[in-house]
């Protein structure tokens, strides 16, 4: 009996349901289509972008060709599209060096006067860079820095240590080259730490550094750069190809701010 | 007193009972109108167009400050209805739409097939853009001489004028002969970043470093400067001379 009557509820509820979802279906008359390609949006996790081609004629004569990249689609988006929210963070400028956030507020950005509101922010803890870095001075100590650092400095930022407000809409670029700011990279202008090595000279080495990230859409991730010169070599020189972006990160799609992503 | 509630009372009685119910068909709101066109690629408040059903357009002013370069519009239509392009279908390279024009134009099909197009027009709301005669005296032109075949030789001259856009990509500047044909892109010097009423060519014969524009210039010619920026165009009166020596 009590079986007879739970089959019953239980067809009762499933008729309601499906009469629900028949009637949401009728409401959906004025929803917008996206055209184009239909979007995938990636699930919360770890994503390695190995040797992604940004521009492989670049000189460390001018500005690259840009590479714009969506995050929460794991993908590069066309330059046409800069002023628009399909792209969170952007390559830019010298040997696409300078890691912009989309953000249509920033006067002189590539977002400039579209809907982006990303932000970013440079981790830095001046106490892991003594491991590789000369925190006086600004530079390596000794190339090649230790692999290993990029995945205990990575694994190592387990949230957004600071508030929305706290994170720039500026370029997150080369450490300390023409500026007061910690940036990702370190770049050997006159090839000062290996003298009398022509083929040492211009080189920009990545360093272990995460930038946080929150998209467009208001999810945060991490990114850690690992090289700009294709198939990532760990000591590169000028022999080495530049515009091969090798990057790994992380993003959180729940909405929190939880970085601690396996 | 009462009298006159009465006479009022009948007075009433009588206007109501002239008015006759009667029925006019109406006609009925076409199914297939554009009801909503928004700007959304925007920060905060999307730029809503002015839809004239009349006329069948929309129109939407654009701040010349943002300097778009590509819209993305969100779309209502009337219920049932579908509209060509979609909702969120990019406009791309609005600089070329400025300077070359191209209709942009929406179908709106209704529930019974009808279909109704709009005509968008962009508005872009952009200070005066002028230019200062590089030539003064007709009669004389201003005149620059490059060797085609020394080892290197150049020239270089300023356009001055008000109403240029900040950001250099916004702007394109050629030469246009006598037959009003366009040479160029001139290259622009990047190093004055502080003055918007200057811009600055330079123009380079030196091995394949040569500016681009020399390969398409005749030996010798009378052009007008043309300026684009964002939406606007100018172009001098006068024309500067330019002699390519030795080609």
Known sequence: MISHLSWRTVTAMLFIACSIVACSKNDNKNEIIDPGETSTTVKTGIYKVVNLVADTNATSAGNAVELYYNLEENKVVPASLKQTNKWDIVFYGIYNSSVYPNNGAAVGSPGYGGPGTARIYVVTDRQFDAQYYDVTNFKPISLPIPRELWNTAFNAVKTVPVTDEKMVVRDAGLDHFQNNFDGWGYYDFYGSLFPGDPKKTHVVYALPRVIIVKTVKGHYAKVIIENIYKDNPENPNRDNKPGYVTFRYAIQMDGSKNLDIQ | ?247
């Open chain 2, 1 to 247: 007193m009462k009298k006159i509630y009465q006479r009022l009372a009948a007075v009433l009685l009588i206007f109501s009972a002239c008015t006759k119910t009667e029925t006019i068909p109406f006609t009925p709101e076409a199914d297939n109108q554009l009801l909503e066109y928004k700007i959304v690629n925007v920060q905060g408040t999307p730029i809503y167009g002015a839809i004239n059903q009349a006329d069948s357009s929309v129109t939407i002013y654009l701040p010349f400050y943002l300097q778009l370069t590509i819209l993305e519009p969100e779309l209502k239509v009337s219920d049932g209805a579908t509209i060509t392009p979609a909702s969120g279908t990019m406009i791309e390279d609005l600089l070329d739409f400025f300077r070359n024009g191209r209709t942009i134009k929406y179908n709106v099909k209704g529930k019974a097939g009808n279909v109704k197009g709009y005509t968008l027009h962009i508005q872009v709301q952009q200070p005066d853009l002028t230019v200062k005669e590089i030539t003064t005296d007709p009669a004389n032109p201003v005149t620059y001489n490059i060797d085609m075949k020394a080892f290197f030789d150049s020239f270089s001259f300023t356009l001055n004028g008000a109403g240029f856009a900040s950001n250099l990509d916004m702007i394109k500047v050629v030469l246009v002969d006598e037959q009003n044909k366009e040479y160029g892109p001139l290259d622009i010097s990047q190093f004055n970043t502080t003055d918007l009423t200057t811009l600055s060519f330079s123009i380079t014969q030196y091995k394949n470093m040569s500016s681009a524009i020399l390969a398409t210039l005749p030996a010798t010619g009378l052009y007008k400067v043309r300026i684009y920026s964002y939406a606007k165009v100018a172009t001098t009166q006068n024309s500067i001379r330019i002699n390519l020596l030795n080609k």
